[in-house]
C-alpha cells in the first residue's frame, strides 16, 4: 500500500519529469483515493479501459497518453466530461506520462520496445528521443520480428531482402523523426505511425521504413513502470490491453 501524493513524487523524481517540455501535464492529472492497493497500467485513457479499472476493484490507473492536451479546448464536455465524472465518482487515481516514459533509460517506451525487439546495444540519439541499435536481419525478417512482437501487420517500405545491421526507432508517432534516422545512417527505422510523404523520404534517402502501430509500440514502457512500483511499494499490478488496430 502507498500513499497517491507519496507515488506521485517518486514517479516524478524516477521519470526526471522536470526535463521535458511536454504536450500535456505528466503525473497526477486526476486525484483519487489516497491509499492504493492495487494498481492498472493501460496505453490510453478511454471509457473502456476506465470501466476494466472499476470491475477490478483498482486504486489508480497509469497510462501513457491521459486526459489533457495542450491547444485542446478548456472546457469539460462531452467524452471529457464523462470520463473525469467516472473517475471522481469511482475515487481513481490517474496517473499519465508521456514523453519521460518515452525516454526512460529503464522502463521507456523506447528501451522497453528495443529488448522485445532484441535490438542489440540500444542507446539514444543525442538531443533527440530516437534511439539506434543493431541488428543483423534482412528487412523482411525484422518485419516479422516486428509483426510477432505487436501481433500486428506493420507497413514496411524497401527493398525486402536488404541486410539491416545499423537500426534506429522511436515508438508513437514519431514518423517525422526519421530525419535522425537518416543523419545517423541508419538502414532501418522503425515508428508507430507513418505520414503520406513518409515512403518517398524514406526511398530517396535510401532507408527502409516500418510503421508498426502507434499503440502497439507503446505498450511496453507503462507495464514496465508499474511492475517496477508493484515491486517497490507491494501493491498489485495488472496490464489491461484495449485493443487499438492504430
Known amino acids: 500500500m502507498i500513499d497517491n501524493k507519496i507515488l506521485s513524487e517518486y514517479c516524478h523524481d524516477y521519470l526526471d519529469v522536470d526535463i521535458f517540455d511536454d504536450y500535456c501535464p505528466n503525473g497526477l492529472q486526476i486525484e483519487g483515493r489516497q491509499q492504493i492497493r492495487k494498481i492498472i ?48 465518482e469511482k475515487n481513481i487515481n490517474l496517473f499519465a506520462y508521456h514523453l519521460p516514459l518515452d525516454a526512460h533509460l529503464i522502463v521507456g517506451n523506447n528501451i522497453q520496445l528495443a529488448m522485445h525487439l532484441n535490438i542489440v546495444n540500444p542507446t539514444p540519439i543525442r538531443d ?28 514496411v517500405f524497401g527493398n525486402l531482402n536488404q541486410q539491416i545491421k545499423k537500426i534506429a526507432w522511436c515508438t508513437g508517432g514519431a514518423q ?22 513518409t515512403p518517398a523520404i524514406a526511398k530517396e534517402n535510401n532507408i527502409a521504413f516500418i510503421s508498426a502501430g502507434h499503440y502497439a509500440t507503446e505498450r511496453y514502457g507503462v507495464q514496465a513502470l508499474c511492475q517496477h512500483l508493484s515491486e517497490k511499494f507491494n501493491v498489485k499490478y495488472q496490464f489491461i490491453d484495449i485493443y487499438n488496430i492504430v
Not at 192 to 197: D, H, L, P, R, V
Open 176 to 197: 517525422s523523426y526519421i530525419k535522425h534516422a537518416i543523419n545517423i545512417g541508419a538502414d532501418c527505422f522503425i515508428t508507430g505511425e507513418i505520414s503520406e510523404q
Open 128 to 155: 533527440t528521443l530516437v534511439w539506434q541499435g543493431e541488428v543483423k536481419l534482412s528487412l523482411i525478417e525484422m518485419s516479422q520480428v516486428v509483426q510477432d512482437i505487436t501481433q500486428r501487420i506493420p507497413l
Open 41 to 88: 497500467a493501460g496505453v490510453s485513457v478511454n471509457q473502456d479501459l476506465i470501466e476494466r479499472v472499476i470491475d477490478e476493484k483498482a486504486d489508480a490507473l497509469f497510462v501513457h497518453h491521459g486526459l489533457f492536451w495542450q491547444n485542446e479546448s478548456l472546457v469539460i464536455t462531452g467524452i471529457k466530461k464523462n470520463r473525469i465524472k467516472i473517475l471522481l
